[in-house]
Every structure is written in C-alpha cells, then in structure tokens.
C-alpha cells in the first residue's frame, strides 16, 4: 500500500504540472474542466487506497458513484477541448476502458 501511495503521490504532482501548462495554453472552460477533473481522480484514489481490507456495500456504492463522476469529468474535459480545437464531438469511450466487468455494461 505504502508503494501505491507513493506513486500516486508522484502522479499527483505530474498531474499539477500538467495544469499549469494548460492554464498557459488552454481556454478557460478545458483548465476548469481538467481542475475538476483532477479534484475527482484524488477522491477516487483516496477512496480506493484506504486501510480498510474489504470495503462495505455503502463505501463500495460510494466508489462507483465518484467513479462515474470521475468519468462524466473525463468526457467533459474531451468536450471542452475539441470544442476549443474546433472539432467535432469526440466519441463516447466504451465501457470496457473504464473498469467495468461484463456484468456493468
């Protein structure tokens, strides 16, 4: 657990250099969408690197509704940025590269 920390750790701090780039290049709307996109992924991840060795039904419902909030801010960032690129809507992402078993889909 400790090793995952530590990773996530250094990815967050990837991810911060990342947008400040962005809030250097980007438009208004595609830095607040990667903000909240960034905000959503460090409570996913917090919610999944807890001490807890099996997690109850309500923390498991808890995890799925971020994780879904979590890939609703992904599409939006998408969204964002096509749309100040000028293209055209990005196609939706498959269910199977978010997780999610057969049984979700």
Do not use: C
């Not at 400790?2 to 750790?9: K, S, V, Y």
């Not at 807890?52 to 971020?66: K, L």
Request: glycine fraction near 2%.
């Amino acid at each position: 657990m400790d090793e995952l920390r530590t990773r996530q750790e250094r990815l967050h701090a990837e991810y911060d250099s990342l947008i400040t780039r962005l809030r250097l290049l980007a438009a208004r709307d595609v830095v607040d969408a990667a903000e909240t996109l960034h905000v959503l992924d460090n409570q996913l991840v917090d919610l999944a690197l807890t001490d807890d060795a099996t997690a109850s039904d309500t923390e498991f419902n808890i995890f799925e509704e971020r994780r879904e909030q979590n890939r609703q801010a992904k599409e939006q960032m998408l969204r964002a940025a096509r749309a100040t690129l000028g293209l055209d809507t990005a196609a939706v992402i498959a269910d199977q590269y978010w997780g999610r078993s057969p049984e979700e889909q």
